[in-house]
């Protein structure tokens, strides 16, 4: 199957600082992607559907201006969490679709472990 | 939003015993999808069901998903400690590639 990695894996922070995560789709063309948030033992929740070239849409109680995305390649979207606070701690995971408009199968990267001190 | 609630939400058991998860919701869905996603790791696809009342085998892994396409069950026949990890069913509505995932089931199986 298609392969979608993220780094970093693991990321520990002061509260305060920002933090940018990347999501590569490796093998395949990724217009549309996708970043969750799992907080443990909770399931993935959706925060926005990253458009290759165009502004991100966000789910609804996720703040744009907090949670930055920006999809500037058709294989790279990244997430920048902005002025991070304990709360933001989260494993955050990004997955992306081999159809345009994100239809078909979605391949999931890894996942981002933020740990916000 | 459709919402899937998912049980049980923990199940432990013994190596060899069999088990079902069930994904439920009041809402219809265009597919439906089961993942299985080890600690630290993002889902992996399992299954998708697409027709009401199909029903797909993996090896030991039956998938079935309800002839109103509000339901799905996952049964586990003869289960093996490699298939410990947490179940996530989603499901997608008509027109719409977006996915709205249950909470879960995380499973333990017991040598």
């Known amino acids: 199957g298609a392969v979608v990695s993220q780094h970093p894996s693991w990321v520990i922070c002061k509260s305060g600082t920002s933090v940018k995560i990347e999501c590569r789709s490796l093998d395949f063309q990724a217009t549309t992607m996708f970043w969750y948030r799992q907080f443990p033992k909770q399931s993935l929740m959706l925060m926005a559907t990253s458009n290759e070239g165009s502004k991100a849409t966000y789910e609804q109680g996720v703040e744009k201006d907090k949670f930055l995305i920006n999809h500037a390649s058709l294989t790279l979207s990244t997430l920048t969490v902005t002025s991070a606070h304990p709360e933001d701690s989260s494993f955050y995971i990004c997955?992306?679709?081999?159809?345009?408009?994100?239809?078909?199968?979605?391949?999931f990267g890894e996942g981002s472990r933020l740990t916000v001190l | 939003t459709q919402l899937l609630e998912q049980s049980p939400q923990f199940l432990s058991i013994q190596e060899g015993e069999n088990l079902t998860v069930y994904c439920n919701s009041s809402?219809?869905?265009?597919?439906l999808q089961w993942y299985r996603q080890e600690p630290g790791e993002g889902p992996v696809l399992l299954v998708t069901v697409v027709t009401g009342g199909e029903v797909k085998k993996l090896k030991r892994l039956t998938f079935q998903f309800g002839d109103a396409r509000k339901d799905s069950s996952l049964h586990i026949t003869a289960a093996q400690p490699g298939d410990t990890g947490l179940y996530l069913c989603a499901g997608a509505e008509a027109g719409s590639y977006q996915l709205t995932f249950g909470k879960g089931t995380k499973l333990s199986v017991i040598p």
């Open positions: 809402s219809v869905f265009s597919s």
């Open positions: 997955s992306a679709s081999v159809l345009p408009g994100g239809t078909g199968e979605l391949f």
